[in-house]
């Protein structure tokens, strides 16, 4: 095919409840290329390709698609006009099968038929494209019983089984392993060799480097630049992406002297079936930061629940230097020892959404006393302490303390999650994918925040699912497969060593 | 003997009504809208069954009209629930009320009120209805013999076709079906129209074939008990049947007991239907049933533009 334009917006904007999410951007996606979209968290990514999805209605500026002009009236006719996307938040009906929510999705194509046998046409057809780009899903199974990886898989045939030319995936790595993450990604440059355009919404430096013909940056809801990959430098491309320059992240922590066990983790085994955790032992230091690797979905929710306290049936030791064995412990015990959990779902399991970021920040200090009797609340209190929180560690957005914390986008969440964590120099501090979704600014301000408590010499495990992270973090690395820690190694570690070591166990 | 021969005879009549209405709240709960406007609805299907017997003497129009007048009713509901977003509890009880006040003034106002109508004769279904004990349970009105037609229809709607699978996936998680071209509004009219004509039908069953007649508020809170039929049957319209079976039997229980000389004190009869669903309701909380049944999106309001 040509290389002509496959998808040109110019002059787009878009504002939601007053905040200008597009400012005049404009982007040009030519036929048989893979076009990186990149830019920090709420640089108006999403919004630019949900407009050319036509789930948006652009305030302004103009769409064409095969260089015709086009007025789209919904994501029905985008659709017609062979355009699909796979959204971040998977758009996939759960109790239904895969065969169900492809043909729910095959509505413009007009086929005819029973019901049964159009199930069983979609279901051959799914089976055919499945084999072809080399998914291995089963069109009967439902689609809350498979994991991540595949229901992207599921996604990923919905939109081509619908004809799709133009497949726009947004943040598509964000959720998948390295190995899935690499394999996804050149299933897609597979697609574009074969003429169709392929867009990729990211943040990551990494996927545009290596997979993308043409990368085009956003900043601030403005699309910044369009160009080669190929033609300039990482550090030009950061700087593009962030606006400034930011420190190396890939440098690795010198070594250190570990301190006195802190928590010793001896035997954890799920109670029920299937066992997440089998028989795990992990000794956590006092001034280390001990980096949990592995590929998603071998336990690592699990442990990272038992040892905060959200209801999990585990048996085995939990022992706390000095204090005893953790399972024992409520809510408050566990402040009042000195632990800070940073859960990896922020919004679900750390923040109260629609409370006040003031209200969020008190609740870690209300069992003390410090903020009045069961029955008065000094809410000045709150908001001064509230308030000092929010300037020391950096919380972006806050309009005002009063404001709803579900406003405040993912890293500013995450740092508010901290502040109140961080609040009492913890002596343990429990993350779990703690920069997950967080763009390079926030990434860094968490990770200094992480380094900071072990330089104060408290335990610190990092539970995440990011190699590169846990490499540039860790003073020790362990590795999680079928629910426990299968080996260990000290910095300097070597990376192929730890990916082997995730992957040969699974 | 005798006893037992018309408590099963009677079985049916105290029961349709509760399938009939449980099956139109399944339907418009399915689309992830929270109907508990029933019993406004049967009330409406009531008075104008009834009004419409009256007027045209014709039983199955009149049944037909309770329906569409109960679909147009409802039209005021997704006015409130799908272009304002109201919330949906607050516009289910509006509607309860605002129908409780519309059918007592219409009813008045057009002299319907305590005027007979002539209903429908008994159809035998022989050789069933010779049978020893239940066979009175097979001479019922036409419309009794309908009510299982009517299930598997839906049923096989609901389960079988593509509107059916795109029904579900708006009441399962309309973001996914709004992407997929699906008319997410549209689809949840249709479920609140059609589910209104059920509810209404449900209405004209009571005063138009089993009372024979209309007096104000005389649904007396069965639209309340077929919402809790509805959670008890986990959204499935064949246990919604059995749900609706049990609750005619146990109505139908009571004339009996009357009849037969049992001496009980007589509000204690009235509340027993109340108690037993209220029983239900607790043993169906405790015995922790998955709730995954439960359409995902229910109760809430559909807007496209939302940022997540």
């Given amino acids: 095919m040509s290389k002509q334009n496959a998808i040109q917006l110019s002059g787009v904007s878009k504002t939601f409840d007053g905040f200008k999410a597009l400012t005049d951007a404009d982007f040009t996606a030519k036929w048989g290329e893979v076009h990186a979209l990149l830019g920090e968290n709420g640089a108006g990514k999403s919004s630019l390709m949900n407009i050319v999805a036509g789930l948006y209605g652009p305030e302004g500026g103009s769409l064409f698609i095969d260089d015709n002009p086009i007025k789209l009236k919904g994501p029905k006719e985008a659709a017609k006009l062979g355009i699909g996307m796979v959204h971040q938040h998977f758009k996939l009906v759960m109790p239904f099968t895969v065969a169900e929510n492809i043909l729910l999705n095959l509505g413009h194509i007009q086929t005819s038929g029973l019901y049964r046998e159009r199930l069983r046409r979609v279901s051959d057809d799914i089976r055919a494209m499945a084999k072809r780009i080399g998914f291995e ?68 430096m990494n996927d545009v480097l290596r997979y993308a013909d043409q990368v085009t940056i956003m900043r601030a809801g403005q699309t910044v630049k369009s160009l080669k990959p190929d033609s300039v430098s990482v ?61 998603g979905g071998n336990g690592q929710s699990e442990l990272a629940n038992a040892l905060m306290g959200i209801p999990e049936p585990v048996e085995g030791q939990m022992e706390i230097a000095g204090e005893g064995d953790l399972a024992g412990f409520d809510a408050a015990r566990r402040r009042a020892i000195g632990i800070a959990s940073i ?28 903020y009045g009797p069961f029955w008065y609340l000094k809410t000045r209190a709150i908001e001064a302490d509230a308030a000092e929180a929010v300037r020391q560690f950096d919380v972006q957005g806050v309009r005002s303390l009063k404001q709803k914390a579900a406003l405040l986008s993912g890293g500013n969440a995450q740092k508010l999650v901290i502040a109140r964590e961080f609040n009492h120099p913890p002596k343990l501090v429990l993350a779990h994918s703690p920069s997950r ?29 990011d190699l590169d992270e846990v490499m540039a973090m860790a003073d020790r690395i362990g590795v999680m497969s079928a629910g426990r820690i299968v080996a260990e190694f000290s910095q300097p570690a070597d990376r192929q060593a730890i990916g082997q070591a995730m992957v040969n166990h699974v | 003997m005798d006893l037992i021969t018309s408590w099963i005879g009677n079985i049916p009549e105290f029961a ?101 109508v002539s209903g429908l004769g008994a159809i035998a279904l022989w050789p069933l209805s010779e049978l020893p004990y239940v066979g009175r349970f097979f001479i019922q009105n036409v419309v009794v013999y309908l009510v299982p037609v009517i299930f598997v229809v839906a049923v096989w ?51 138009v074939l089993s009372n024979k007649l ?52 007589q509000y204690f009869v009235f509340m027993a239907p109340y108690a037993i669903t209220l029983g239900v309701m607790i043993w169906v909380a405790a015995s922790k049933r998955d709730s995954s049944s439960q359409p995902g999106a229910l109760g809430t309001p559909f807007i496209r533009e939302e940022r997540t």
């Fill in chain 2, 157 to 207: 709607a609901l389960n079988r076709t593509t509107p059916g699978l795109r029904l579900r996936a708006v009441g399962e998680n309309p973001q996914a079906a709004d992407a997929a071209g699906i008319s997410v509004l549209g689809y949840r009219l249709a479920a609140i129209m059609i589910g209104a004509a059920l509810i209404g039908l449900a209405g004209a069953f009571i005063a």
């Fill in chain 1, 137 to 204: 899903i089963d069109p009967d199974t439902r689609v809350d019983q498979l994991s991540i990886a595949e229901q992207q898989r599921v996604e990923i045939l919905k939109v081509l089984l619908a004809g799709a030319k133009v497949l726009i995936l947004d943040e598509p790595t964000a959720v998948l392993t390295e190995e899935e993450a690499e394999r996804l990604l050149t299933t897609v440059q597979g697609f574009a060799r074969e003429g169709a355009a392929v867009i990729l919404v990211t943040h990551k």
């Fill in chain 2, 214 to 265: 209309w007096i104000s508020n005389m649904t007396a809170g069965r639209g309340w008990i077929a919402v809790a039929l509805v959670i008890f049957a986990r959204w499935s319209p064949w246990k919604a049947l059995a749900g609706a079976l049990l609750f005619g039997c146990i109505e139908a229980l009571i004339p009996q007991l009357a009849a037969s000389g049992i001496k009980l004190p």
């Fill in chain 1, 343 to 370: 859960p990896a779902d922020r919004y679900g399991a750390a923040l109260a959404g629609p409370l006040s970021i003031a209200d969020n920040f008190a609740l870690g200090d209300i069992h003390s006393g410090r």
């Fill in chain 1, 235 to 295: 550090d030009e491309l950061i700087r593009l992406t962030v606006g400034e320059s930011t420190s190396d992240q890939s440098a690795t922590p010198e070594k250190r002297a570990p301190g006195a066990p802190y928590l010793q983790v001896k035997g954890l085994t799920s109670t029920g079936a299937p066992r997440a955790l089998n028989h795990l032992d992990l000794t956590l230091n006092k001034g280390e930061i001990y980096g949990l690797a592995g590929v």
């Fill in chain 2, 16 to 116: 349709v009504p509760f399938a009939l209405a449980a099956l139109g709240l399944i339907i418009t709960e399915k689309s992830g809208v929270l109907a508990l406007g029933a019993e406004g609805l049967m009330l409406v299907g009531a008075v104008i069954g009834v009004g419409a017997a009256l007027t045209v003497d014709n039983t199955a129009v009149a049944l037909a009209i309770a329906m569409i007048a109960a679909s147009v009713v409802s039209l005021l509901f997704a006015l409130m629930v799908l272009v304002m977003r109201i919330n949906q509890v607050i516009s289910g009880l509006v509607l309860v009320f605002f129908c409780q006040g519309l059918t007592t003034l219409t009813g008045t106002l057009m002299g319907w009120t305590n005027q007979p």
């Fill in chain 1, 437 to 465: 979704g967080l763009d390079v600014k926030a990434t860094e301000a968490v990770r200094d925040r992480l380094r900071a408590a072990r330089d104060d010499g408290a335990a610190v495990l990092l539970i995440s699912e």
